[in-house]
């Protein structure tokens, strides 16, 4: 990466994740002591002026958890992030377990339908191959609705 995009990229994630540790409740004094680091360098940082490295982003984004910023970043390539929720003991929850085999389901789809049309046609092995895929995510779909029942 040039180092005009490079200054870019690092200047806007890191006003976008200093900006979601301030809504989530992290002071800059917060931020400064957990990096090292004095809160006018935070502040620094927070304003567009000096550049984080890339430890400094990964050690605040470890902290804050920053799913908005990760949204954003997710939206440059098309993509979506789905936050799961975590049960008391921290291991991932039935539903949000579900939900990903979902989410992989429907991708699935996706990605089928994408290499099917590719050429412009779709023949009838295509089809049939997306119907699998699609009664997949269907059925992924139906175990998360059973759960809920329960």
């Not at 890339?54 to 902290?63: D, E, M, S, T």
């Not at 009838?124 to 992924?140: F, G, M, N, Q, S």
Request: hydrophobic residues 40%; contains cysteine.
């Amino acid at each position: 990466m040039c180092k005009v995009g490079h200054k870019y990229f690092a200047s806007e994630i890191a006003c976008s994740l200093f900006q979601e540790a301030r809504e989530k409740g992290f002071s800059k004094e917060d931020l400064a002591d957990y990096l090292g680091v004095t809160p006018r360098t935070i502040q620094d940082y927070t304003i567009g002026h000096g550049l984080p490295s890339a430890g400094v982003i990964f050690g605040v984004w470890k902290l804050v958890k920053p799913v908005n910023t990760l949204r954003r970043l997710a939206g440059y390539t098309n993509c979506i992030v789905v936050e799961l929720p975590e049960d008391k003991s921290g291991k991932l929850s039935k539903v949000a377990k579900l939900t990903a085999e979902i989410m992989k389901e429907n991708a699935d789809v996706i990605n089928g339908v994408a290499e099917a049309i590719e050429d412009g046609k779709l023949t009838r092995t295509e089809k049939l191959h997306l119907i699998d895929e699609v009664d997949e995510a269907i059925e992924a779909l139906m175990r998360l609705r059973v759960s809920l029942e329960d």
